[in-house]
């Protein structure tokens, strides 16, 4: 089994209060539930701030933010500190990594502490890597290649560094005429696809030419929610850009034009290229924030196919509130993020199927969701 992220806690982050850290215990399918307002968005942004932390950029994701203060709960009156704590385990070994993120004037925020930490002879281990961080970026890149003093401590660097690395979070959401997702994008930048789905067309191209099984299969599903669908026109141009261009089944040489996609029609096909990409290219982690935005409900059992499909080879962590993508899935699938209603802070609450056996003989996940027996709503 290769490393997984078996376990986050966060404090002090956005609506995460630093007095009642939030926990969410992970498996290959993780469906974030909840109402608007109760935080599913905030963990997904804590992902993507750790992709920032992973590539030396940390100190650019704050200042995009334009203040420290949007990601201390309730400012710096209330809250210190960020802090941090996951929990890594393959079949042979235990890793975790925690930090703690610190104001500092003007409206900076700051790494003043880190920790790896694994198992070893039946012990737990943990090292401070502060002693090389200047504070602004994270320690974690001067140890994952060669650590002379400790080869344990590099190793465990390395996995950790390389996962995190590979988390990646994507949004779709944007499918307007000039979006990203509908823009040509240049073969060079194919060998990913973007957070955004910047070079959905020219990853396509790359799948079409490289990897052509699941090229077939991206085609097959997006046929199944849009049945005139028949095939991509990938062809470059002399300046090496491709253009999400399609054909129909009918029998005619018209070549239609990525704006004649429907907004979610092309967010599926973003969702289906993510989800259905060959193993090796696939990251670590994937993770969406409301996959399900704009797609036709019928489009919604084919979503949570390649959902499972994907989890196979990768994990996956979605925030929804979709009932019936819910429906799809187990109750250990499910956690539910709530706000609490006294002291406004976000709580997780990974569903139990024996205490909901009775009630589920009877009713389906999301009627047990409207009824409010399971929690997450408003």
């Not at 988390?167 to 696809?193: E, M």
């Not at 028949?230 to 040489?253: A, C, H, M, Q, R």
């Not at 990409?277 to 994937?286: D, E, K, L």
Request: aromatic letters at 10%; hydrophobic letters at 35%.
């Amino acid at each position: 089994m290769a490393t997984q992220l078996k376990k986050i806690c966060i404090s002090g982050y956005k609506s995460i209060s630093p007095k009642h850290p939030l926990e969410i215990d992970l498996d290959n399918i993780n469906i974030l539930l909840g109402a608007n307002g109760s935080g599913k968005s905030n963990i997904i942004n804590f992902f993507k701030m750790l992709n920032f932390m992973m590539s030396g950029s940390f100190q650019l994701f704050v200042e995009k933010a334009g203040t420290s203060q949007v990601f201390l709960h309730y400012g710096t009156k209330h809250t210190d500190n960020i802090q941090g704590d996951l929990h890594f385990e393959s079949h042979s070994e235990h890793n975790s990594y925690g930090f703690t993120l610190t104001h500092a004037a003007p409206d900076r925020l700051i790494i003043t502490s880190e920790e790896i930490g694994w198992f070893s002879n039946n012990r737990a281990v943990h090292y401070d890597i502060c002693e090389k961080s200047d504070f602004k970026e994270s320690a974690l890149m001067a140890y994952k290649d060669n650590y002379k003093k400790d080869i344990r401590l590099s190793e465990a660097s390395h996995t950790i560094h390389s996962l995190l690395s590979n988390c990646k979070v994507y949004q779709f959401h944007n499918s307007s005429p000039g979006s990203p997702i509908r823009q040509s994008s240049h073969i060079d930048t194919s060998k990913y696809l973007q957070a955004e789905g910047n070079n959905l067309a020219s990853f396509l191209h790359y799948l079409k030419t490289a990897h052509h099984l699941n090229y077939q299969r991206i085609a097959s599903y997006i046929n199944q929610i849009m049945p005139q669908f028949k095939d991509f026109y990938l062809e470059p141009n002399e300046k090496g850009y491709v253009s999400l261009k399609w054909t129909d089944i009918y029998p005619n040489d018209y070549v239609f034009l990525p704006e004649q996609f429907s907004d979610g029609t092309i967010r599926f096909i973003a969702l289906a290229t993510l989800l259905l990409q060959p193993q090796t290219t696939m990251p670590s982690v994937i993770i969406v924030d409301e996959p399900e935005l704009g797609l036709h409900p019928s489009a919604i059992g084919q979503l949570a196919a390649i959902l499972k499909e994907a989890a196979k080879h990768t994990q996956i962590i979605i925030a929804t509130q979709s009932p019936g993508l819910v429906d799809e899935f187990e109750p250990k699938h499910i956690t539910i993020i709530e706000s609490d209603k006294d002291k406004g802070f976000s709580t997780a609450r990974k569903l139990d199927e024996k205490e909901l056996t009775d009630w589920l003989e009877n009713y389906s996940l999301s009627e047990l969701w409207h009824k409010n027996v399971i929690g997450g709503r408003p």
